[in-house]
């Protein structure tokens, strides 16, 4: 009689076990949270087809181009793969010409030198267009254009 009551409760407790699997596997998933709206209106300095990034090849630029608003900054990229060496200037052909509003870092013929694996973040405070070339190879040529 008590091994009776025994298998009872083993019994019972099983069908409670169970019923609380069933109602975990019964849970409805959580309906996913859609994202939140980006603002439209938001100062983004990433614009343009070009995006804010001039990146580097062996010989050449691979992406010659960065829009930007005023204030915001172009990431210079020599990507370790490029195997490219490269000293940028403000200027074409190869030769440096100054370039009024341009940042500092490109104040001087000396540029800005890039060895495979070098990302530069540079700061355009001034509206304008600026053109860009290698003194090691002059036929490099990025613009990057910097809006008000
Ligand atoms: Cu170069």
Same mark, same amino acid.
């Given at each position: 009689?008590?091994?009776?009551?025994?298998?009872?409760?083993l019994?019972?407790a099983?069908?409670?076990a169970?019923?609380? %699997? $069933?109602?975990?596997?019964?849970?409805? #998933?959580?309906t996913?949270?859609?994202?939140?709206?980006?603002?439209?209106?938001?100062?983004?300095?990433? #614009?343009? $087809?070009?995006? +804010?990034t001039?990146?580097?090849?062996?010989?050449?630029?691979?992406?010659?181009?960065?829009? @930007?608003?005023?204030?915001? $900054?172009?990431?210079?990229?020599?990507? +370790?793969?490029?195997?490219?060496?490269?000293? @940028?200037?403000?200027?074409? =052909?190869?030769?440096?010409?100054?370039?009024?509003?341009?940042?500092? %870092?490109? +104040?001087?013929? $000396?540029?800005?030198?890039? =060895?495979?694996?070098?990302?530069?973040?540079?700061?355009?405070? #001034?509206?304008?267009?600026?053109?860009?070339?290698?003194t090691?190879?002059?036929s490099?040529? +990025?613009?990057?254009?910097?809006?008000?």
């Amino acid at each position: 009689m008590r091994k009776l009551g025994l298998v009872l409760m083993l019994l019972f407790a099983f069908t409670l076990a169970a019923c609380g %699997e $069933s109602s975990v596997a019964a849970t409805p #998933t959580d309906t996913p949270v859609p994202p939140a709206p980006t603002s439209t209106t938001a100062a983004s300095p990433t #614009t343009g $087809s070009g995006g +804010a990034t001039i990146t580097m090849g062996a010989f050449s630029f691979t992406g010659n181009s960065a829009t @930007i608003k005023a204030g915001g $900054s172009v990431t210079f990229n020599d990507p +370790a793969s490029s195997g490219g060496t490269h000293i @940028i200037v403000t200027g074409t =052909s190869g030769k440096f010409t100054a370039a009024s509003g341009a940042p500092m %870092e490109f +104040a001087t013929a $000396s540029g800005v030198s890039f =060895s495979p694996g070098d990302s530069k973040s540079i700061k355009f405070p #001034t509206a304008g267009t600026y053109t860009f070339t290698c003194t090691i190879h002059p036929s490099m040529h +990025a613009t990057v254009t910097v809006t008000a």
